[in-house]
């Protein structure tokens, strides 16, 4: 059976994995439980302010093991100090007494504005209220949301051992993305039995080929946060980096992620298209990576795609700032099936090209012709509507 | 005598400079000319795609000698490969011929669109038109400006060695701001007489104490350029490194510089305030100017600023990403005399911010309290204004 993505598919997908939430202005919130016990792993942002709920998951994640999560969203709780770890473990506290865990086994995130404290009454009384079902992820959802106008989510099934494995995941983000090891907040479940180590290595790759390639503004924020749950009740043999299924579901999970990740570039604060930078031939794959992640964050390339301007000239300005290796004479650039530049302009259709940048998914392709390198980034374009949301986040 | 700002100084302000320009719809083109020999240095941009202009200036600036310098605003000359370098070279040779100068002592800047070549036969017809006088800085000034709104001049004056010596400078820039080694482009010019490698290394510290941290928008351009004619006219004895007035020489250009820098952050595409970004107590002096400069170009402190937001947990999260150390609990942000932060949020009237958030020189200062690095960026605000400029700007 080969990878299928499931219609609807979600953090709920996989067997044993309940979640739900409470929405009201101001205060979202969400849990997610596994009814087994689950190995677990994350990753987090690199910012060095880090938020408190951050410090907590990791922390908690030492040990590779978490069955649920509880989520806030209109308080990142970063920037608060000794009160603000107190006040992490407080809401885990309250998730982990309602749903009977020791509280080491429920992690936290948050999503919000910097600087402020989180509003525990409010959280105290949305935990009681959260009704648990297995078809609750579509709501949790849409409970982590912030400035996204569209929820994220992604499911899909495989085949591991005989056994029919199901991977769900939910994702939110739009602003302050720039992920460097991570994204902002993206949950993932599966019923597969995996190895802890190998579900820690999976995870690594999957972020470092989706998320780490996203950018809407070059900000990275103190709240990033991917965790995966596995609660191995599909009763497969135990994945571990050599089994023979490995490599599927490692494939798998990077399209998981990949999915979800180009959900949030595509709905990046103010965007009205997509943008995906691919990069051929250059001299590693770090510096491919480097090359369609600079271009695809440029903030000139990104209004120029707003304004469907073929102003390539940006394209090759910002490769040649990226720090990847570069030797102008060999560079090509191509939009579409349209090649604008072979070391030197070319001619060529301004309408066409006007066209192709009006599509909802706008495609860059450079090739750099000095080795093997090759990368894909996907951004989003730079509206009026990205500063307007932004000038009056807190006010 | 100490420094002394002239009223309406500008690049022809020191004795034995002229300048001329013509401006028409789509071409701007000046020229700058010494009428004795002189000294000169350059600093150029690090973007591995360079324009034809500075590989031509640099290349000629090896041997520290250069007389005149050419400028076209409306086409960068960059990302054109053989055609443009042999462009550019004619351009020099045109001015060359009108000053009865070898090539060899004509640079040549230009600044517009990439990826386009040069409109030779305007430019020779504007080259011919052009009439030198040493009043015509201001002209000159004007004549290079793209989306900048104001022409950028500085000029002062200061006793060494017994003689009056004069710096100038002209600079325009206001998008694709974020120089490495050098700005947009900037010319500057002196009646002193100057040690070439003294020239040299002064121009290199007055760059990277002032164009080297400001920021618009993230994005190096191809075209950068700083350049420094000296013809010794003033009749000082040759400033050295070691000579008693050389460190008030250093001070005077990076003065000059700073004055130009902080014009361009001001002019910003679409900006409507200049931010200031003061880090203090900082690890190291590379520590503090990376964490200015990442808070002052960070996109969404520039939103919050254009909004009068005091969304200040942005600036936090830009200081955390920056990769300068710090540790959370002893970081202190101020914004003017409000302290908003001391390892936790602190109370404050928000009135009062958004108030301070309003002026037309906003500042922040952070205290990193780690150790003795202190450096200032200045940046502007991010308006809907800017992505509409940069959504059309070649069509």
Request: aromatic share 4%; hydrophobic share 40%.
């Amino acid at each position: 059976m080969k990878l299928q993505f499931l219609d609807m598919g979600t953090v709920t997908s996989p067997r044993g994995f309940l979640a739900g939430a409470v929405i009201r202005e101001g205060l979202g919130l969400g849990i997610l439980f596994s009814e087994a016990a689950c190995r677990a792993a994350g990753l987090f942002t690199r910012n060095q302010i880090k938020a408190a709920s951050v410090k907590l998951s990791q922390r908690r994640l030492e040990e590779g093991r978490a069955r649920a999560v509880v989520v806030n969203r209109g308080c990142a709780n970063a920037g608060t100090g000794e009160k603000g770890m107190a006040d992490a473990e407080e809401m885990a506290h309250l998730a982990a007494t309602k749903l009977n865990l020791p509280p080491e086994e429920v992690l936290v995130a948050s999503t919000g504005v910097i600087g402020t404290y989180l509003p525990l009454p409010q959280i105290r009384q949305a935990v009681e209220e959260v009704e648990l079902s297995s078809e609750g992820g579509h709501e949790f959802a849409r409970a982590i949301l912030t400035t996204d106008r569209v929820p994220k989510e992604a499911g899909m099934t495989l085949e591991l051992g005989g056994k029919r494995v199901v991977i769900g995941g939910v994702a939110k983000g739009a602003g302050m993305i720039h992920p460097d090891l991570a994204t902002m907040l993206c949950f993932l479940t599966t019923d597969a039995m995996v190895e802890p180590a190998f579900l820690r290595q999976a995870l690594k790759e999957a972020v470092d080929n989706s998320f780490n390639l996203i950018t809407v503004d070059g900000d990275t924020s103190p709240n990033d946060t991917v965790v995966i749950l596995a609660n191995g009740l599909a009763g497969n043999p135990v994945l571990t980096a050599d089994s023979p299924d490995g490599a599927r579901f490692r494939e798998a999970l990077k399209e998981a992620c990949l999915q979800l990740a180009q959900l949030i570039a595509q709905d990046g604060e103010g965007a009205t298209r997509l943008i995906e930078v691919q990069v051929e031939g250059a001299l590693s794959l770090e510096d491919a990576r480097l090359a369609a992640r600079t271009i695809a964050s440029s903030p000139l390339v990104k209004a120029a795609v707003y304004g469907s301007d073929p102003n390539w000239g940006r394209i090759i300005a910002a490769l040649g700032r990226s720090g990847a290796r570069v030797e102008e004479s060999k560079v090509e650039l191509y939009l579409g099936q349209l090649c604008l530049f072979r070391g030197q302009p070319l001619p060529f259709d301004r309408e066409e090209a006007s066209r192709l940048l009006s599509r909802e998914r706008v495609k860059f392709r450079l090739c750099l012709n000095l080795g093997e390198g090759k990368a894909t980034s996907w951004g989003c374009d730079l509206s009026p509507e990205y500063v307007t949301i932004n000038s009056a986040y807190t006010t």
